[in-house]
Structures are given as C-alpha cells and as structure tokens.
C-alpha cells in the first residue's frame, strides 16, 4: 500500500528495485534489468521536465506577457524533477547488498507483485498512453 502522487511512483521504484536486488543471486539478468529501469527513469525524468518547460515557453510567448504564476509552475516542475532525480542518483550511489537494508516496507514484494507494479509503471509511459491513437492510424 502506497500514499498517492509522485511520492507513490518512487515507493513503487523502490520496491521493484527491492524486489530485483533480492533476486540477482538467482537471475544475473536481474543486476542489467535494475540498472536499465534507474536509467530509463532517469531518463524519462528529465525529458517530462524538458518538455513541461517547453511548452511553458510557448505558452509564454503566445500570450505575449510573462505571469509569476508560469514561473511557479516552472518552479514546481524542476523541484520534482529535481526531488526524482536525488531518489534516482541514491539508489544508483548505493551498492545493492547496501540497496536491500534501505527499504521502505518491511514487506517483500514477491514476483506477482513485480508483474503488477512493472505493468503500473509501464501504463504510465507516453507510448501506452497514446497505444489506442497509433492503432487507429
């Protein structure tokens, strides 16, 4: 069970990054799939707050004037970005026997529960949200 907004997303990381460090003694692919995930997040981090500060820009200079509101909003914007980005870094700063003493829960997330928040998490990529528009074209 997780808190909602961005602080569920990164509960949800850490417990699938549990999840892989408990089982890499197992499954040595493990060890590339954890490092793949903290990557593509990193990634997908900074280009949401690539393009969130983009479209600002143009929103900016479509209405010609410059609010302190958009400049808050850009504010928030590279505060979570930020706040995603020192999760992600002191995760990869951790060696994984250290990873596995850090967790949240005290629960295990066992391997049902990984398909599940893998799933969640992959629902929220910009391609799965837009799959229903690249089949109708």
């Given amino acids: 069970k997780v808190s909602g907004g961005d602080d569920e997303i990164q509960q949800l990381q ?3 990054l549990d999840y892989l460090d408990e089982n890499t003694e197992t499954d040595a692919s493990l060890v590339f799939s954890r490092k793949f995930y903290i990557a593509q997040w990193f990634r997908d981090t900074t280009m949401e707050t690539e393009k969130a500060i983009k479209s ?10 410059h609010h302190a509101k958009d400049v808050e909003t ?4 590279m505060h979570r970005a930020e706040s995603r980005k020192k999760f992600l870094r002191s995760i990869i700063k951790t060696a994984p026997s250290q990873f596995s003493t850090l967790k949240m829960n005290s629960d295990t ?3 049902e529960d990984a398909c599940l ?4 998490l992959a629902s929220m990529r910009p391609f799965a949200q ?3 528009i690249y089949l109708t074209q």
Avoid: C
């Avoid at 850009?74 to 914007?77: A, K, N, V």
């Fill in 130 to 132: 837009s799959f229903d």
């Fill in 74 to 77: 850009t504010g928030q914007i």
């Fill in 56 to 65: 600002q820009k143009d929103e900016d200079s479509s209405e010609g004037t």
């Fill in 14 to 16: 850490k417990a699938l």
């Fill in 109 to 111: 997330v066992d391997y």
């Fill in 117 to 120: 928040i893998v799933r969640y």
